[in-house]
């Protein structure tokens, strides 16, 4: 069983950076592939990033390419989503995620998730 326990949310003005942190405790880390999901008031769960077990295989979200990066430290057992040039789109509650296998993109194959943080973006 694995239990994970996000932080590094709170509020940023528009254009500004955050760094959400994801400590995992229970079970492997490094055998497991991680990610972060989104869910915006009213609206569904959506997916952020993913880094694979072994770190070669890292997906983005369109809405957020080029100014979000996963990073994992195993040795830590941490996962980080590093934000940059935020938005008020990007308001959202942040969910980190792990799985076995090598998907993921898809929530519904996530076996453990965090309790999230809350990230908001004033304009």
């Known amino acids: 069983q694995v239990q994970l326990v996000e932080s590094g949310g709170g509020l940023v003005q528009a254009g500004g950076s955050l760094r959400l942190s994801c400590a995992a405790s229970?079970?492997?880390?490094?055998?497991?592939?991680l990610g972060w999901f989104r869910q915006a008031a009213g609206k569904d769960r959506e997916f952020v990033a993913g880094m694979s077990w072994s770190g070669d295989r890292i997906i983005y979200a369109d809405s957020v390419k080029g100014r979000f990066a996963i990073t994992r430290d195993n040795a830590k057992n941490t996962v980080y989503l590093q934000m940059n040039s935020l938005k008020p789109e990007d308001t959202a509650v942040y969910y980190c995620?792990?799985?076995?296998?090598?998907?993921?993109?898809?929530?519904?194959?996530?076996?453990?998730w965090g309790q999230g943080t809350q990230v908001t973006v004033s304009s």
């Open positions: 229970g079970g492997t880390f490094s055998n497991y592939g």
């Open positions: 995620a792990a799985k076995t296998g090598y998907e993921i993109t898809s929530a519904r194959l996530y076996d453990y």
